[in-house]
């Protein structure tokens, strides 16, 4: 089944411990990128990567980072989280930067920072 | 500045009625494409239908369809028949040609009543 799969679903974690939060993809797709959702904000991108060691700055980039060694994984690393990156945060994955490319997304990590 | 503005924070509609949902974009690119998605509680985004800045008929997807009226830079989605697995947040996002990051609307929560 073709799948955005990240992990973990849910995290509860401290302020300044180190956090990755993992995304995988089945497609194949060249594209990936990170974003968080908040209430009256919709989805904001974090980073995103083009391909393989290609990665780039979306809106919201501070205090996260991103690396793409392998096609298929596109993980996000919070050094050293803050009560202000409590938020849900999506994965996701195009096979293209086409104008009507859909992006298939994962389901999702709620972190909360406390 | 690229923009997508949802005016409805959220709606309430009897089941069966049908639904529009609103939605407005900014930009002066002339090459562009606008996306629906569908988040139900459960959290994950649902691709539900896509409108490209020159397609000459409006989009449909069974009982979605896409209202689009370029000249008022509108993107409005309409759920005929609504049923009440419908109630979920919706999003507009819009992707440029000239640029590949999609761009979200803060979303519009629906609940159906019975």
């Known amino acids: 089944e073709a799948q955005v799969t990240q992990n973990p679903r849910y995290l509860i974690t401290v302020t300044g411990k180190k956090l990755t939060v993992t995304c995988s993809q089945n497609?194949?797709?060249?594209?990936m990128s990170w974003y968080r959702q908040d209430p009256g904000l919709g989805l904001r991108q974090i980073y995103y990567?083009?391909?393989?060691?290609?990665?780039d700055k979306g809106d919201v980039p501070e205090g996260y980072k991103v690396s793409r060694k392998e096609k298929r994984n596109f993980p996000l690393i919070l050094e050293s989280p803050s009560p202000n990156q409590t938020s849900l945060y999506f994965c996701?994955?195009?096979?293209?930067?086409?104008?009507?490319?859909?992006?298939?997304f994962g389901q999702g990590t709620r972190l909360t920072v406390v | 500045a690229q923009k997508i503005t949802q005016t409805q924070p959220g709606m309430f509609v009897q089941e069966k009625e049908a639904v529009t949902l609103d939605c407005t974009y900014d930009?002066?690119?002339?090459?562009?494409?606008l996306f629906w998605y569908k988040q139900p509680s459960s959290g994950e985004m649902i691709f539900l239908i896509y409108?490209?800045?020159?397609d000459q008929q409006n989009a449909t997807e069974g009982r979605y369809s896409l209202n689009f009226q370029k000249a008022r830079k509108s993107a409005n989605l309409v759920i005929s028949a609504s049923q009440l697995g419908d109630s979920a947040m919706y999003f507009c996002?819009?992707?440029?040609?000239?640029?590949?990051?999609?761009?979200w609307g803060a979303g519009t929560k629906l609940i159906i009543k019975p």
């Open positions: 996701a994955s195009s096979s293209s930067t086409g104008l009507n490319t859909e992006a298939f």
């Open positions: 497609m194949n797709h060249e594209y």
């Open positions: 990567s083009m391909n393989v060691e290609v990665t």
């Open positions: 930009t002066s690119d002339p090459s562009y494409g």
């Open positions: 409108q490209g800045s020159y």
């Open positions: 996002a819009m992707r440029l040609d000239s640029n590949y990051q999609l761009i």
